[in-house]
């Protein structure tokens, strides 16, 4: 047995959901090109957990559920309230959240596939008021309830603000949510897949999603890249910071992909936003900057940006506290690992590779006081 290291090129299970062949990223066949130029959040939605979009009636029933689903259990804020949170990283919080969502819920571990669609809605309706919500209690301010018939994206923002965005603002939020929702089988996707392949329920594989998605290699990229244009602070300083990161043998943040090569298709529509929003807020340097970082990181490793790079300051620019855009693309995500957690159910059979054994040949058990 030879193992793969980081299971490189291993095609691990087959999935209908999305699919990353020569570069293009596709949901169900359609190209994320097309579906962020054309389509809402919601009917990316749909179109993930039933594999076609939806027509109009099948449409407005998701939003009804999402929207008769999003009002958060007390218990959330009481115990985001119950400890002082000033200190625990957001993803760490709802990663919390959601496990005690599975505790809540009556039905977690029914799991007939009515219940887990059911659980999907429940899960994707809330995650953006857990998200505003820890963001508000945090600054000792009180959560807000969402709005009836307003998309997720608005809603996100209205609770996360406490006032109503404007429409450039849904507009960016709502394609950065579709640009984010899935994508094949990465790291976190796997990760859900693996958990709810041995029959655990919806709530542990989303939890577990989390749980992965939260490292400074996979989502958490997009916060690290925000500390990064922070620290190099104007243009003049980008070229030796990256330099110095090259020299220190440091990766630089939200570049490299470990399925592309030659970029990121997600990339250019952030980048175009990017433009776009920092131009709208005054603070076109963020944009200057991460075009210069992408201009050197090219050049010396010929490494193209991935999504976590402008999405950094797409976000800052729609107002989002920087440690908040890891949760917002778990906001967005979760719609995909609900997916593939649906149709890992469908067809299911537990996930249990080998590892190829490095340690010591067989030893004899020697007792403690002989031991030296
Ligand atoms: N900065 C500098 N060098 C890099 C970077 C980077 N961002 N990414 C890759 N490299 C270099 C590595 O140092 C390595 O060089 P070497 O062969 O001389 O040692 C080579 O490119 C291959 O890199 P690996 O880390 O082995 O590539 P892998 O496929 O395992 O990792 C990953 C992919 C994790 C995305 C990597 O490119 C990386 O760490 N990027 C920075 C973090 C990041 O942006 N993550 C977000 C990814 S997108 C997402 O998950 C949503």
Redesign the pocket.
């Known amino acids: 047995m030879t193992a793969t290291r980081?299971l490189?090129g291993v095609v691990a299970t087959t999935s209908a959901v999305s699919s990353i062949i020569d570069d293009t990223l596709s949901y169900v066949g359609y190209d994320i090109d097309d579906l962020t130029e054309n389509a809402s959040f919601e009917e990316v939605i749909y179109l993930l957990w039933h594999l076609k979009l939806p027509n109009q009636e099948e449409l407005q029933e998701l939003k009804k559920q999402l929207s008769e689903n999003a009002v958060l259990p007390e218990e959330i804020f009481n115990h985001f309230k119950s400890y002082p949170i000033e200190n625990v990283h957001p993803m760490a919080a709802i990663r919390t959240a959601v496990s005690m969502l599975g505790m809540l819920d009556d039905n977690a571990d029914e799991m007939n596939k009515e219940a887990n669609y059911e659980k999907a809605v429940r899960l994707q309706a809330k995650i953006p008021g857990i998200v505003a919500a820890f963001s508000r209690i945090r600054k000792g301010l009180e959560p807000i309830q969402p709005k009836k018939d307003t998309s997720l994206a608005e809603n996100f923002l209205y609770m996360l603000k406490g006032k109503d965005p404007s429409p450039v603002e849904v507009e960016a939020l709502e394609k950065a949510l579709i640009l984010h929702a899935d994508?094949e089988l990465?790291?976190s996707t796997f990760t859900a897949r693996v958990c709810v392949a041995t029959l655990s329920d919806v709530y542990s594989g989303i939890t577990a999603a989390i749980g992965a998605l939260k490292g400074?290699?996979?989502?958490g990229?997009n916060e690290?890249v925000m500390k990064m244009l922070t620290k190099i602070g104007n243009v003049e300083n980008a070229e030796s910071h990256i330099q110095a990161?090259?020299q220190r043998?440091?990766?630089?943040?939200?570049?490299?992909?470990?399925v592309y090569r030659n970029g990121?298709p997600r990339a250019k529509h952030l980048k175009e936003m990017s433009k776009r929003l920092t131009n709208l807020t005054g603070e076109s340097k963020w944009y200057d900057i991460s075009k210069k970082v992408e201009e050197v990181?090219t050049f010396e490793?010929k490494?193209p940006p991935?999504?976590?790079?402008y999405s950094a300051s797409v976000y800052h620019s729609l107002g989002i506290d920087h440690d908040l855009f890891t949760p917002v693309?778990a906001v967005s995500r979760t719609s995909g690992w609900l997916a593939h957690i649906l149709e890992q159910y469908e067809n299911n059979r537990l996930i249990r590779p080998r590892a190829e054994y490095t340690g010591p040949d067989l030893q004899k058990y020697v007792p403690i006081d002989e031991r030296i």
């Open positions: 980081g490189e994508h990465n790291a400074p290699l996979h989502g990229a690290g990161l090259f043998k440091e990766k630089v943040m939200g570049f490299g992909h470990r990121d990181v490793k490494l991935n999504v976590d790079f693309f």
